[in-house]
């Protein structure tokens, strides 16, 4: 069970942090991503990062922006997001899965659990 949080109103250029925090010990072995659906549009990859940590997959639209790592307990990934754009409004959701290509990180199918998603709003 996934549980996403930390969303909220923010300005342009603001920075804010989303925490994904999993139940049960196989939380830690693997991958999470994050994925968001703008209004009015499909769901997209954001950025992801591998069950160990040590590989990150950017979308090219938050590349320089956003960060994606690991908690020290491996119970959660939180991801980053600095310099924040009006059309990075979105509801967030955070997934997980068995993922090891690199090709398959941003592809939502490959995703087991979901978490219900937060709201991250951009005013400019």
Same mark, same amino acid.
Request: glycine share 10%; charged share 15%; with cysteine.
């Given at each position: 069970? *996934?549980?996403?949080?930390g +969303? +909220? !109103?923010?300005?342009?250029?603001d920075? *804010?942090?989303?925490?994904c925090?999993?139940?049960g010990?196989? #939380? %830690?072995?693997? &991958?999470v991503g994050?994925f968001?659906?703008? /209004? $009015?549009?499909?769901?997209? #990859?954001?950025? @992801?990062? %591998?069950?160990? +940590?040590a590989?990150?997959?950017? &979308?090219?639209?938050?590349? $320089?922006? #956003?960060?994606?790592?690991?908690?020290?307990?491996?119970?959660?990934?939180? !991801?980053?997001m600095?310099? !924040?754009? /009006?059309?990075?409004? @979105?509801?967030?959701?955070? &997934?997980a899965?068995?993922? #090891? &290509?690199?090709s398959d990180?941003?592809?939502?199918m490959k995703?087991?659990?979901w978490?219900?998603?937060?709201?991250?709003t951009?005013? %400019?």
């Open positions: 069970q *996934l549980q996403a949080s +969303g +909220g !109103l923010v300005q342009a250029g920075s *804010l942090r989303l925490s925090e999993g139940s010990r196989t #939380f %830690s072995s693997y &991958a994050w968001r659906q703008p /209004p $009015g549009k499909e769901r997209e #990859f954001v950025i @992801a990062v %591998s069950w160990s +940590g590989t990150s997959y950017y &979308a090219d639209s938050v590349k $320089g922006r #956003f960060t994606i790592s690991r908690g020290n307990t491996k119970n959660a990934v939180y !991801l980053q600095h310099s !924040l754009k /009006p059309e990075d409004t @979105a509801v967030y959701y955070c &997934a899965g068995n993922i #090891f &290509a690199y990180y941003p592809q939502p995703y087991d659990y978490g219900q998603g937060t709201q991250v951009v005013s %400019s």
